[in-house]
């Protein structure tokens, strides 16, 4: 005995579509294309794709243009690039060659981190704020504009080639194509100083690089973003296989909960009218009309599935109009669908039953599972999100405690040393000093260590002592040849320190040199 009686779903549109990535129904690898008419959603992850949207393009497009003082001898663009004098800047962060470990720690730290919320709400990146999800949703926002939706732009695409026709298409990818410059020439600005970068390329006196890098990337966009969609995530990105590794059973995934969905049925009075179960589905397709990447949620698990949940808004607004709880297709763990599933099946002994899961008045019984959020914090998220966390922390401090001042030495290797009139033994290096503050400053070298021992420096004349010093550029590296001398009578240490510093600063370097001798020598 059937214990709910659903309403007629009369007012519920059922969307004539097939899904082109069938599970059940694979396309050989080499198959044409089969477009995908993708309809357009509402609801709250519509709205969360909206923001997400709007926030990662407004960075890309607009971060080139911030401005950040950092005196008059450092660039003033927040955030650049420059290849020329081998730096990066961030804000207050500027980034020295040397220094790449930092770039090293961030490429970690944005592995653990697409590895933490792979496990937690599984491919969340892919569904949100992956720079291909993100174009393509812009470009299905030219092309709905211009075309319609679903049925408009079918419609357009089976008809014959009129002028009408021509006109849509060619203002469409008129306007992708703007967006792929767009993106290109965005992309240049972060490696030169954009206000000027921009001037020179509207002028046509750009270096032929810039305008190589924009043709590039707009080709690129436009035909990743605009023809090839899906097939992009599908055949070309390594992702979807791998995240099967980083899920578990705990895993948020998108679920088509087919223990309260299943028996389908379009007309669910004339069903249970006849004695058949009825489950809450009414095969109105309108998941599988929403979905970009053409599958049928109903199928289960799809490596083509990017979690978007354009299938979650679509089913919700069905289960509204039909006066039934939302949540037939939700994010759910593979344990809790489990146990549901377990609850309808009585043990997985029978088929699935709708009565198993229902009291009399229709709502689901207290013993099926929901989601809670506690489950997020289980050690394998701890443990990632740790990870993440001390990566993050000692990079920070290491940032914040960083000398900037630096000093590199390089010993002569052609004479090692010379034999001087008086018996002094004199030896000759080359020293690098690096003073990575955007502002001029003194620095002085100093001699510690060889007793008896002077160096002179010959820019600054014949004069000899244990201290002097030199004016060090703003960013740059200031390069200079020292001699060092050892009396005949002074004792036998063959190192002694390079040690430079500026007291207004509080920066030290040091540098632990050899010094050599005839008897060195072998």
């Not at 028996?263 to 004695?275: D, I, L, M, P, T």
């Not at 009291?359 to 013993?367: F, K, M, R, T, Y």
Request: proline share 5%; charged share 20%.
């Amino acid at each position: 005995m059937n214990l709910y009686t659903a309403p007629e779903p009369n007012d519920i549109e059922r969307v004539s579509v097939e899904p082109v990535n069938a599970r059940r129904n694979r396309q050989p690898l080499y198959a044409p294309r089969k477009k995908i008419f993708p309809k357009r959603a509402e609801g709250r992850f519509r709205r969360f794709k909206w923001m997400v949207m709007l926030s990662t393009l407004g960075i890309y497009y607009l971060a080139p243009w911030i401005r950040w003082d950092r005196g008059p001898y450092a660039p003033d663009q927040a955030i650049l690039v420059d290849l020329s004098s081998r730096r990066f800047f961030f804000f207050f962060i500027e980034i020295w060659p040397q220094e790449f470990y930092y770039v090293a720690g961030l490429l970690v730290m944005a592995g653990f981190g697409l590895f933490l919320v792979t496990a937690a709400v599984g491919r969340a990146w892919c569904g949100y704020a992956c720079p291909q999800t993100v174009w393509v949703d812009l470009f299905l926002v030219v092309e709905r504009a211009i075309e319609g939706d679903r049925n408009a732009r079918m419609k357009l695409d089976a008809g014959p080639f009129t002028f009408d026709k021509l006109r849509k298409r060619v203002i469409k990818h008129a306007i992708w194509l703007l967006i792929g410059a767009a993106t290109g020439g965005a992309w240049i600005f972060y490696f030169a100083d954009a206000p000027s970068l921009a001037a020179s390329l509207f002028a046509g006196s750009a270096p032929a690089a810039a305008y190589a890098t924009i043709a590039i990337l707009t080709a690129t966009t436009y035909l990743l973003g605009g023809l090839m969609r899906e097939q992009v995530c599908t055949y070309m990105c390594p992702w979807p296989r791998i995240q099967g590794a980083m899920l578990d059973e705990n895993s948020l995934v998108v679920t088509y909960n087919d223990w309260r969905g299943e028996q389908r049925s379009r007309h669910a009075k004339k069903a249970q009218a006849k004695g058949l179960t009825v489950g809450d589905c009414v095969d109105c397709n309108a998941c599988v009309a929403v979905c970009p990447m053409g599958i049928d949620i109903r199928d289960g698990q799809q490596m083509e599935c990017i979690t978007c949940a354009l299938c979650i808004d679509a089913c919700d607004s069905v289960m509204d109009k039909l006066g039934k709880p939302r949540g037939l297709i939700a994010y759910a763990t593979l344990s809790e669908y489990s146990s549901n599933m377990s609850l309808a099946t009585e043990g997985g002994r029978t088929a699935i039953q709708a009565s198993n899961v229902r009291n009399e008045d229709g709502s689901l019984i207290p013993a099926i599972r929901h989601f809670d959020w506690r489950i997020v914090f289980r050690p394998r998220i701890v443990f990632y999100a740790v990870l993440w966390a001390l990566i993050g922390i000692a990079m920070v401090i290491h940032l914040a405690f960083r000398e900037r001042l630096e000093l590199n030495v390089v010993h002569d290797r052609n004479p090692q040393h010379v034999l001087e009139s008086d018996g002094s033994i004199r030896n000759g290096y080359t020293l690098r000093v690096l003073n990575m503050v955007p502002m001029p400053r003194d620095v002085t070298i100093t001699l510690v260590g060889l007793e008896g021992g002077t160096m002179r420096i010959p820019e600054f004349g014949r004069q000899d002592g244990r201290s002097f010093t030199v004016h060090a550029e703003p960013d740059a590296a200031t390069t200079l040849k020292v001699f060092v001398t050892r009396k005949p009578d002074g004792a036998e240490i063959n190192e002694f320190l390079f040690v430079i510093e500026d007291t207004g600063h509080s920066d030290r370097a040091t540098y632990r040199a050899a010094f050599n001798a005839p008897g060195d020598v072998k």
